[in-house]
Structure formats: C-alpha cells, structure tokens
C-alpha cells in the first residue's frame, strides 16, 4: 500500500485513486499491479521476471522499454551504507527510473520545485515511473533495508545518476523508511 507525504503540509493520503491523481498531474505515472509471488531470498532474477513477464512485457513494449532487472537489498547486502548513500542524494537521470516493487518498501522523495518536497512510500505492486530530469532521491532505510524491485530501462546507461549537489535531501533526513 503505497502512502504519499507532503511534510511541510502534514498531509498524507494511501488513498491509490488520489495518489495517481497526484502524481498524474505531476507528469509522474504511479500504478498498482497484482503481486502475489513471492520470493525468499535465493530467487533469482530471472525467477522474478519470468514470474511477471505477463505484465512487464506488455509495459515494456508500450513504452519502449529495453531492459529489465533486479534489484534486491537486505541486510545482508555487503557496503548499504555507501549505497544507501548514493540513492539519498538529490540527482535526475537522461531517461525515466521505472520500479516495480515486488517485496520489501521504499520511499521515493520529490522535488519539482514549484511546490513542497513530496515522497512516496513504495510498497509490494506499487509501480513508479520517475520522468527524465526529475529530481528525486531514494531511501531504503537505515537500517534492515529490504527492497526487491524490478528496473525497467531503454538503456541500462540512462540510469547514471547526475547529482545536483542542492543537498535539499538533508532537510529530511530524519523521516527514513522503517523496516523492523
């Protein structure tokens, strides 16, 4: 179940309809998809695709999607903090960052600047396409992350981030993702 914030306003909804309204006029496509596979954590990225084929395929075909993959964090996962490190800072990418959520919970954060910084707590089948140029960061939490997400790319080199060095991320860095 996806919740999305607006801090500055203390306004919260995980209402899916007022979520797509929000991000829809935002130029952001948010949507839900049935997820009921799941994975421990010896699956294997191709399990996870084949499991999904149904929909990434026609997803990918509609939108001129490439490639896809997965990405899985866990406590396990060797150097999170410099990972983590590098999702919190503020940055854009050349083509959009698509993520199917398929276990675990994210938060998306926003700044389009014309408005209060936003984010979005992504769940299992929350589906977020982030468009090109947006600036955005990305917490798994700090502590037991777990995150196992499909990323959905035209080409794999879209998805260098191109940080802004703004360090608005900071202003938030106390409302992280819990994971206990």
Same mark, same amino acid.
């Not at 196992?148 to 991320?169: C, L």
């Given at each position: /179940?996806?919740?999305?914030?607006?801090?500055?306003? @203390? !306004?919260?909804?995980?209402?899916?309809?007022?979520?797509?309204?929000?991000?829809?006029?935002?130029?952001? !496509?948010?949507?839900?998809?049935? *997820?009921?596979?799941? #994975?421990?954590?010896?699956?294997?990225?191709?399990?996870?695709?084949?499991? $999904?084929?149904? &929909?990434?395929?026609? #997803? /990918?075909?509609?939108?001129? $999607?490439?490639?896809?993959?997965?990405?899985?964090?866990?406590?396990?996962?060797?150097? $999170?903090?410099?990972?983590?490190?590098?999702?919190?800072?503020?940055?854009?990418?050349?083509?959009? =960052?698509?993520? !199917? #959520?398929?276990?675990?919970? @994210?938060?998306?954060?926003?700044?389009?600047?014309?408005?209060?910084?936003?984010?979005?707590? *992504? =769940?299992? @089948? &929350?589906?977020?396409?982030?468009?090109?140029?947006?600036?955005?960061?990305? &917490?798994?939490?700090?502590?037991?992350?777990?995150?196992?997400?499909?990323?959905? #790319?035209?080409? /794999?080199? @879209?998805?260098?981030?191109? $940080?802004?060095?703004?360090?608005?991320?900071?202003?938030?860095?106390?409302?992280?993702?819990?994971?206990?």
């Amino acid at each position: /179940m996806a919740i999305l914030s607006i801090p500055e306003k @203390g !306004f919260q909804t995980n209402n899916p309809k007022e979520i797509r309204t929000f991000f829809e006029e935002r130029g952001i !496509f948010f949507d839900q998809w049935s *997820c009921n596979v799941v #994975f421990d954590d010896t699956a294997t990225q191709e399990e996870i695709l084949t499991a $999904y084929e149904k &929909d990434l395929k026609p #997803f /990918m075909e509609n939108g001129g $999607y490439q490639t896809a993959d997965v990405i899985s964090i866990n406590k396990l996962t060797e150097n $999170y903090d410099a990972i983590r490190a590098k999702f919190l800072a503020e940055h854009t990418h050349s083509e959009d =960052e698509i993520r !199917f #959520f398929v276990d675990g919970k @994210g938060l998306f954060w926003f700044n389009l600047e014309t408005e209060s910084v936003f984010n979005l707590l *992504c =769940e299992r @089948g &929350d589906l977020i396409s982030v468009p090109a140029g947006t600036k955005h960061w990305f &917490d798994a939490g700090p502590t037991n992350p777990f995150v196992k997400a499909i990323r959905i #790319f035209i080409d /794999m080199s @879209g998805w260098v981030p191109n $940080y802004t060095e703004s360090k608005i991320e900071t202003n938030f860095a106390s409302i992280t993702v819990t994971n206990d």
